[in-house]
């Protein structure tokens, strides 16, 4: 057995926040609650919420709770977005309770897995002062069932980013280096562009020109204002999940300084290159 399966709760998660329930409607039927937090290096985000048993504490997630703090452990699972952009996670409730004066707001997850490709160095959208190494983590997530011996394995791409300046990040700089993980869940505005983008913003300025010759009251500009300001903003960025790592056990490997990981990459490009050219 290996350093990481031997460990104890290696894909694990602690979520504290704002407990948000859909109102009961018709529209709302299929809606699952949510937790309302703010990332360890700001931003505000909303956590899906799944029970799939009967769990201690499961009443404190009804509508009557809306507004409630609360502390839910469990494990996140990650599905595919809408739109293709990146691995949307929700957590899977174990246990909830209210919380106590020791919580701490936030989504604390602890996971184990090996680093694919080289790390990408790149400013943190929200802290442009943090440099952020940032690499993709092969999960193994094993899903059991209490009244079965079966186990069915996911293998997972779960985004991990870390300080550059963190003594542990070394430890993630060399792909093919197996550690164990202990972070925080974050969501992070990425900026897009290329042709596509390009194509939607003009779509979206002359469609603001031709509003600009309508006769309308000040509440429909201002109403139009926003608009394209959310439109344009949705297509210049793309939102991605992820866990920022605080702390990295190196289980298996050799860590890796920055200059290295650089190269890494550099090469890593020129293969990829390499590939493209023989391909076409």
Same mark, same amino acid.
Request: aromatic letters at 4%.
């Given at each position: 057995m290996s350093e990481a399966t031997s460990q104890p709760n290696t894909y694990h998660a602690t979520a504290v926040g704002i407990l948000d329930v859909p109102s009961a409607s018709r529209q709302n039927l299929h809606r699952r609650p949510h937790l309302r937090?703010? &990332? %360890?290096?700001?931003? !505000?985000?909303? *956590? =899906?919420?799944?029970?799939?048993?009967?769990? %201690? &504490?499961? /009443?404190? *997630?009804d509508h009557a709770h809306h507004g409630a703090r609360l502390l839910i452990e469990g494990r996140l699972e990650w599905n595919k977005s809408s739109d293709a952009a990146g691995l949307l996670p929700t957590l899977i409730a174990d246990a909830v309770r209210p919380v106590t004066p020791d919580d701490e707001e936030g989504c604390d997850v602890r996971l184990c897995g090996e680093v694919t490709a080289p790390a990408r160095i790149r400013r943190h959208p929200l802290r442009p002062g943090i440099?952020?190494?940032?690499?993709?983590l092969r999960v193994q997530i094993p899903r059991t069932r209490a009244a079965s011996? #079966?186990?069915?394995?996911?293998? +997972?791409?779960? =985004? +991990?980013?870390? %300080?550059?300046?963190?003594p542990d990040a070394p430890a993630l700089l060399r792909p093919g280096n197996?550690?164990?993980?202990? &972070?925080? *869940?974050?969501?992070?505005?990425?900026?897009?562009? &290329?042709?596509? +983008? !390009?194509?939607?913003?003009? !779509?979206? !300025?002359?469609?603001?020109?031709?509003? #600009?010759?309508?006769?309308?009251? %000040? /509440?429909?500009?201002?109403?139009a204002e926003r608009d394209y300001t959310r439109r344009r903003w949705e297509a210049t960025?793309?939102?991605? $999940?992820? +866990?920022?790592?605080? $702390?990295?056990?190196?289980?298996n490997g050799a860590p890796a300084t920055i200059r290295e990981a650089r190269e890494l990459r550099r090469a890593e490009l020129q293969r990829r290159a390499q590939r493209q050219q023989s391909s076409s």
């Open positions: 937090m703010t &990332g %360890p290096l700001g931003g !505000d985000f909303r *956590l =899906p919420i799944r029970v799939m048993r009967e769990i %201690p &504490g499961s /009443e404190l *997630l440099a952020m190494a940032h690499v993709t011996r #079966a186990v069915i394995t996911e293998t +997972v791409g779960i =985004p +991990v980013v870390i %300080p550059l300046n963190h197996r550690v164990l993980v202990e &972070g925080l *869940l974050e969501q992070a505005p990425l900026p897009r562009n &290329g042709p596509e +983008v !390009d194509q939607t913003l003009a !779509d979206l !300025d002359e469609t603001a020109k031709q509003r #600009a010759t309508w006769t309308m009251t %000040p /509440e429909e500009t201002r109403a960025h793309t939102v991605i $999940y992820r +866990v920022v790592a605080g $702390y990295v056990e190196l289980l």
